[in-house]
């Protein structure tokens, strides 16, 4: 639905599709979204931005809270497309892996919500807070995503997480970024193939883990991602078995003879075993 605007509100059933429209011109141009078993959004999107977003919904009653993935693109061709402006909406699968996760290697149950500083802190956080068990893996989103993409972590109390509990910040803007969470859980940023991994474990990123002499994998591996992080790779490359290039144009008749302009081949040029490449 459109942002604060209920009458808006469209219904689209699963692999359903469904047109959009803004239903008031007073409210803001921003899309909120809901599914059965959870609240209404805290924040919204803005789909006149092109790119992709893990919104995180808020639980309602027993229910958990859920990942949606959100992608906005524009229409290649206004006369092919039958759309301006294409948002996808879709869960993480098998076939399909999520935006973001949280991957918990230590012994203790973690609390995990984006930082804010907002009027309504107290109930988004309560409702967005994420708690990850030891040894499992959790998906992640964003419930405000207009704000900085900066998560607050703290080992779970038996009270939920309040203003004077000890928590780390952890900014996920920067490969290799890492926080002490506690003083046997640390967090620290990561990429495996499109996900960005949230890693809990008990391994200092720069020391290796507590009181194992001599393993420096992590240290590596964040010089690693850092500098893959600062001078990112790019590799190019074409390769087709052939190509053809066909010029059209007029012919025209003989001099002296009343016949019609014509259009034909005038030049036709093939090439075989094409192969293109570029590594910067």
Known sequence: RQKGVERSTVEI???G???????DSHFERLVEFKTESSAWSNGSI?????????LLLPRSGQSEAR???????????LRVDEYAVLVTIWTASNK???MYTIRNRCNVPVDIYQAHKME??????EN????????????FGWPLPSLPRTLMIGVKRRQPISGKAKVAELPTD????????????FAQVLVEGGTLVVLLSDSHPLKGKVGKEGENINKEAAISLAKEADNPFLNFEIDIAGIGFSIIGPQYPPVGENRPIRRAELLYAQATEVYVGFSK
């Open 96 to 98: 399909r892996s999520p």
């Open 120 to 125: 309504k802190f107290p109930t988004i956080k």
């Open 17 to 23: 599709f469904s047109s959009f429209h803004w239903e």
């Open 128 to 139: 967005c807070i994420l708690t990850v068990l030891p040894n499992k893996i959790s998906e």
């Open 13 to 15: 059933l699963t692999n």
């Open 174 to 185: 920067g490969i290799g970024n890492w926080t002490k969470v506690s003083e046997s859980v």
């Open 46 to 54: 803005d789909i006149s931005r092109v790119g992709s977003t893990a």
């Open 67 to 77: 990942v949606l993935n959100i992608d906005v693109k524009v229409a290649q061709d």
